[in-house]
């Protein structure tokens, strides 16, 4: 019923710049938070940032400062704009959405299929 598709992923030297999206479609009433996680191999997935639908967000320590979530309501879409990227952000970053479905009287979570970000030093 709802799909979550990210893009925007890919290889940047450190210190460069990087922009995330992920657009959810489907029978798709509202959508409540908006996040991004990330899993490096061997390592536990974390949450990176969220963003709530009013415009509340919070970030992990480690990117604070230098990544910025945002959403667009019209197109159903959350973004990750990371900057200052350094060789520790190289994983690979999921989306994740609670989301009013159409026909059901509670929300919903899903996740998107990940998209690998690469920072050489």
């Known amino acids: 019923q709802v799909q979550l598709a990210e893009s925007g992923g890919g290889l940047v030297q450190a210190g460069g710049s990087l922009r995330l999206s992920c657009a959810a479609a489907?029978?798709?009433?509202?959508?409540?938070?908006m996040a991004w996680y990330r899993q490096a191999p061997g390592k536990q997935r974390e949450l990176v940032a969220f963003i709530t639908s009013g415009g509340i967000t919070n970030y992990a320590d480690s990117v604070r400062g230098r990544f910025t979530i945002s959403r667009d309501n019209a197109k159903n879409t959350v973004y990750l704009q990371m900057s200052s990227l350094k060789p520790e952000d190289t994983a690979v970053y999921y989306c994740n959405a609670d989301v009013e479905v159409r026909g059901w009287s509670s929300a919903r979570n899903y996740w998107g299929q990940g998209t690998q970000v690469t920072v050489s030093s």
């Open positions: 489907g029978s798709i009433f509202s959508i409540d938070t």
